[in-house]
């Protein structure tokens, strides 16, 4: 199975490092102009780097790039009929963009499929849409640090956060994507399992007591209740990014060639 991938960061470098694993080969990968250098570094010196697309062909493509990646590369690819994975769910709080996407899927005949990211529990969410479903909250719990380089720096001095936690962002699923794109991806795929980006509330809070990132989903309807709670650990190359949104990454591509799936 022949996969490409937007972007080289570290979800894509872990990727990649497993595809023997699943029977997969990196057949390219898309990069900014004047980042091809730095994509060989990371993802091997013999691998085709792109600008976009063009006339490059995959099994399937991931998305490791980003909201801006998506945004640029996501239609064009979905078009071509290519499958693309993408971990950049919050971009999809953009309906123009959503639209995009959707319309591109359709004309090519193929499917934008949404990681589940750091977060489970999304299948019961969806099942439970099929109901009443009343209400979905989305908490996420972070040390400070993990917080660098979001808006909660505009609203708290992350370096010294005092000794309790922090609620540093409350509102909905759509205003936390836009707001957050580098931390919110898990409050939009909440949304998207259940009751969408306006209607699904979100907490985001900077914790010094915890030292982990911690994912609490709450919800209620005909089915019952559930809480799902996930403390997720980082990669070990990189601190900022979940491990099991990249695992999420990997099953999602060796689900393609499983007889039966789960």
Same mark, same amino acid.
């Given at each position: ?8 960061g *570290?979800?894509?470098?872990?990727? *990649?490092? +497993?595809?023997?694993?699943? !029977?997969?080969?990196?057949?390219f ?7 091809e ?8 010196? #013999?691998i085709?780097?792109l $600008?976009s ?9 991931v !998305?490791?790039?980003?909201? *801006?990646? =998506?945004?640029?590369?996501?239609a @064009?690819? %979905?078009? *071509? #009929?290519?499958? =693309? ?6 971009a %999809?709080?953009? &309906?123009?963009l959503r639209?995009? /996407?959707?319309d ?6 193929t499917?934008?499929? /949404?990681? $589940?990211?750091?977060?489970?529990? %999304? ?7 099929v109901?009443? /479903?009343? @209400?979905?909250?989305? +908490?996420?719990?972070?040390?400070p ?7 909660? @720096?505009?609203?708290? &001095? ?20 836009l ?13 998207l ?10 907490q985001?809070i ?6 982990a990132?911690?994912?609490?989903? $709450? ?5 019952g209740?559930?809480?799902? $709670?996930?403390? #997720?650990?980082? =990669?070990? !190359?990189?601190?900022r ?9 990997? +099953?999602?591509i060796? &689900? ?7």
């Open positions: 199975m022949k996969v490409g991938f937007i972007g080289f *570290a979800i894509a470098q872990y990727v *990649a490092q +497993k595809l023997p694993e699943i !029977d997969g080969e990196i057949a990968v898309i990069v900014r102009p004047g980042r250098d730095a994509a060989k570094q990371a993802m091997g010196a #013999g085709e780097t $600008t697309l063009s006339d490059a062909r995959a099994d399937v493509v !998305d490791c790039a980003g909201h *801006a990646g =998506l945004r640029e590369h996501g @064009e690819i %979905l078009r *071509a #009929g290519i499958p =693309l994975v993408t971990v950049s769910i919050g %999809l709080a953009d &309906d123009a639209r995009e /996407l959707t591109a899927a359709v004309a090519g005949g499917q934008l499929h /949404l990681s $589940t990211g750091a977060i489970g529990g %999304l299948d019961a969410i969806a099942s439970a849409q109901g009443k /479903l009343e @209400e979905v909250t989305y +908490k996420g719990r972070k040390p640090k993990g917080w660098k380089g979001s808006p909660a @720096e505009d609203v708290m &001095d992350l370096d010294n956060p005092g000794s309790e936690a922090t609620v540093h962002f409350e509102g909905t699923a759509r205003e936390a994507a707001k957050y794109p580098k931390n919110a991806n898990v409050a939009a795929a909440v949304a399992a259940g009751l969408g980006f306006d209607d699904t509330g979100v985001l900077a914790d010094p007591n915890v030292d990132n911690i994912h609490e989903i $709450t919800a209620r309807g005909d089915f209740e559930l809480t799902f $709670t996930i403390l #997720g650990k980082t =990669l070990p !190359d990189n601190t990014t979940s491990a099991l949104a990249a695992m999420s990454v990997v +099953k999602m060796a &689900d393609r060639n499983r007889p039966i799936r789960l």
